[in-house]
């Protein structure tokens, strides 16, 4: 059966992972191979972890026991905590995009300055 695009995203992510890089990183590498944004990958690695791209989907219940109540509540707790992560990893992406934007505003402010230095002077 062929490996449907979340499962090759999460089996790619996790090799690169696997062999040092972080996974914002495979993330971007992986956006760049399949010509997609980064959060499309990162929506498709975290559908597949969760179950949703892995063909696995929740048992119909027919009642709520209490065992059934706390398995409900103990998979809720654990989402969050993927929550989170995921959370954290698009807080370091956006952290990471304005360390670039901000170098190459600080490489560029030089030429900027003297090019409207230079309008100006013209304008006397």
């Known amino acids: 059966m062929a490996m449907s695009k979340a499962e090759e995203v999460h089996t790619k992510t996790e090799a690169l992972v696997a062999g040092g890089m972080s996974k914002a990183d495979a993330f971007k590498k ?3 191979e399949y010509g997609q944004p980064v959060n499309s990958i990162r929506g ?3 559908s597949f972890t969760s179950g949703k791209g892995n063909g696995k989907g929740r048992p119909r219940r027919r ?19 993927q929550a989170i992560d995921r959370e954290v990893e698009a807080a370091d992406d956006r952290a990471s995009e ?14 900027r300055k003297q ?6 002077e013209a304008l006397k």
Request: proline fraction near 2%; avoid cysteine.
């Open 30 to 32: 992986l956006a760049a």
């Open 44 to 46: 498709s690695y975290y």
């Open 63 to 81: 009642e709520t026991t209490p065992e059934n109540a706390l398995a409900d509540a103990r998979a809720a707790l654990e989402r969050s905590i």
């Open 98 to 111: 304005a360390v670039t934007e901000a170098k190459a505003m600080k490489e560029s402010a030089a030429d």
């Open 115 to 120: 090019a409207i230095t230079d309008r100006l």
